[in-house]
């Protein structure tokens, strides 16, 4: 099972890493269930193609928007809240951060940890679902930086490893 899921994320670049200390962490931090929650249906092929549209438009915004702008400013231009209310939903929260980390593994485009966090980020947010981004770093053998999402403190895609120290959380 270990190996579906490291070959599912495709991590590259400095994100390589993360695949191990983020099956760890699944194993160690189940969510628990509560009375209302329940495993989700699986998607129609209508559904998937939609969903794969959205992500792939999503990625093209995040990627115009990150050009030579603060961290910060495109990720409250993405998000564009408001004062909606958010809500927790993590079956639905994980199902997003699959896709997109499938999605964008098939993209020949620079799609390193940091675009697919803003992307699952915008996704999260225009389904009025908690998120945080986290960017950190480590120097440490080698210096490297790395992000991801966490809904209601889960993460949603793979984390830094524990020597990553947090930087920002969005």
Known sequence: MARTVVRELHLGGPCRGAA??????????????????????????????????????????????????DIRTVVAQLRNDGQREKHSDYPLARRLGRAVARTLSFLPTDNRCLARSLVLDKLLARRSLRSVVVVAARSE???AAHAWVEHDGVPVLPPGSPSYQRLVEL
Do not use: C
Not at 27 to 37: D, F, L
Not at 53 to 67: G, K, P
């Open 20 to 69: 191990a200390a983020y099956l760890r962490h699944r194993e160690r931090e189940k969510p628990v269930k509560t009375a209302g929650s329940q495993d989700l249906a699986p998607l129609t092929s209508t559904a998937k193609v939609s969903l794969v549209a959205e992500i792939l438009h999503d990625y093209v915004i995040v990627r115009w928007r990150m050009r030579g702008r």
């Open 141 to 143: 053998p080698d210096f």
